[in-house]
């Protein structure tokens, strides 16, 4: 790791990946209505409502950028946003409360997985539709260019798929002409819902096509979080001197299905196999230890994160549901009285 970076730093990193993973296991084991590894009962019936885009193997990527981010940056993330949100300090038993669809979630309970926003922490949201957070990002960061708040900046979060859809051109495109103060992350996860990405994308990805918008791209091993850490540490300081948009292009690998119930048969075996061998929490343990971290310490760092997230199970499943009357709550009326 930079011998720059302050005592703790590498704990704190690895605190974030535990406390996204724990998150994920015990959500995913929810949504299937079976017992967490925690110990938590689910009864047999799924208490996660929806879809649930599991981020399992990509954690180093939010782990090192939103470590260098403030409470007054933005964030914009995607349908598989939950370690975005928690990296940059959501309320994790919040968030497990709008996974079970309860009042007390950030949406009362009527975003789910993929809708999770919490405007305090900057979070403005995850997103179901591929692509739709770029141009949001990018209308973030063009409000913040043009109210002047300081060298507050925006990060955007996307998956390989979202580069071969038209708002990535438009919003890279808005970025540069503009000179905005964003920061793109492409989470390169090598797979777009049940399809490879390599053979439908032309050229050589999402790092050539922001070179040649004048938008200077760094790529980066994605399931190394010292490295995430030390190249998002370059581009967001950038990025706030006023330097213009900058792209960090993270190879990762998504380790389950699309969704949690998906088995992802349609992926060769082997390559799984390889992919779990370079899981980052593994990595970033044997790195701490090797620069003398203890085992207890992390082992303290993984019990907490786990017991974090037995609670906020414990929560959710004990919350309100909704009121029904919240239905007619939140949507855009036209003045016709028509919710009346």
């Given at each position: 790791m ?29 949504s ?33 950028v ?24 959501a ?98 996860n090598?797979?777009?819902a ?11 990805g ?47 690998y ?42 207890a ?44």
């Open positions: 930079d011998p720059s970076n302050p005592p703790g730093a590498g704990e704190a990193l690895y605190r974030v990946m535990v406390r996204i993973r724990a998150f994920e296991n015990a959500a995913e084991t929810a299937q209505g079976g017992v967490s590894a925690y110990g938590q009962q689910a009864g047999g019936a799924a208490k996660v409502r929806g879809p649930l885009h599991l981020s399992t193997g990509q954690e180093a990527v939010p782990a090192g939103c470590a260098h981010l403030r409470a007054s940056d933005y964030l914009t993330s995607t349908h598989r946003g939950h370690g975005h949100t928690l990296a940059k300090g309320d994790l038993t919040r968030m497990m409360c709008e996974l079970f669809g309860k009042a007390t979630g950030f949406n009362g309970g009527k975003g789910g997985s993929m809708h999770i926003a919490d405007f305090s922490v900057g979070m403005l949201g995850a997103n179901g539709v591929v692509a739709a957070g770029l141009p949001i990002a990018v209308g973030a960061a063009h409000a913040q260019k043009l109210l002047k708040r300081s060298d507050d900046i925006t990060v955007c979060f996307f998956g390989d798929g979202a580069i071969n859809r038209g708002p990535f051109l438009e919003a890279l495109n808005w970025a540069r002409v503009y000179d905005l103060p964003v920061l793109f992350v492409c989470e390169d090598r797979w777009s049940t399809t490879a990405s390599g053979p439908m994308t032309a050229g050589d999402a790092s050539a096509r922001a070179a040649s918008m004048d938008i200077a791209a760094t790529q980066v091993d994605g399931n190394d979080v010292f490295a995430v850490h030390a190249a998002a540490a370059r581009l967001v300081a950038e990025v706030r001197s006023g330097a213009g948009p900058r792209l960090l292009h993270a190879l990762t998504r380790v389950k299905g699309h969704v949690s119930v998906d088995l992802a048969a349609y992926r060769d075996p082997a390559e799984l196999a390889a992919a779990l061998e370079t899981d980052p929490i593994a990595r970033a343990r044997g790195h701490l230890l090797d620069t003398g971290v203890a085992a310490t992390l082992d303290a760092i993984e019990n907490a994160a786990r017991d974090e997230v037995d609670t906020a199970l414990a929560v959710a499943d004990a919350a309100p549901w909704p009121e029904a009357s919240a239905a007619f709550t939140d949507v855009q009326t036209t003045g016709a009285d028509q919710w009346l």
